[in-house]
């Protein structure tokens, strides 16, 4: 009696090991992780910043089939100004966006990557190396903060989003029901003094 009791738990947890095993790369994420952000004052005046940051992309399947199958991925990178409220909704302003373009051409075999703003555009070899551009910002000039940012309870919030810049209309209508053609990162707030 013993036996078959041991070898029915033996069995259980193989079998709940097996599955785990065969499930986590089902659910590996795909997301866009803030690894470094920074603010700089220009010259030391409070009220032109420069931005550097640093983002990691972790695409899925579906988007990097999509790039080798035509399509289109929009980056955008935001800087908002956030008032915090304790009492109502945070009161929130876009600051700047920075947009860029990435694509694979096949007859090249290279990822090219083009910045909206700037029309600056490079070409890649390897996605990780055109992943890591797109999500390189050094000394990037933000707009004058706004004089009523400064002690006034305001924050810089930084996020990321990635998404297919056109899509089809059936899959508009798709989007509406799954989230798995966009990305979107978490925000990271900068106190203004």
Known sequence: MKRLTIKRWFTVILS???TIGMVSPLLAAEEIKIREFSFTPLDNDPDVLLANLKLDYDLGNYLREGLLNGMTLESEIHFDLEWHSDWWWNTR???AVVKSELKYHALSQHYQLLRLDTNENWNFS???SAL???GTLK???LPTLPTEAHHNNASIVVYSRLAPKALQLPL???KLFAERDSLESEGVVWSIP
């Open 16 to 18: 709940f090991w097996l």
């Open 93 to 95: 302003k876009s600051l």
């Open 126 to 128: 390897t996605l990780t």
């Open 132 to 134: 890591e551009r797109m």
């Open 139 to 141: 000394d990037y000039m």
């Open 172 to 174: 508009k209508i798709q």
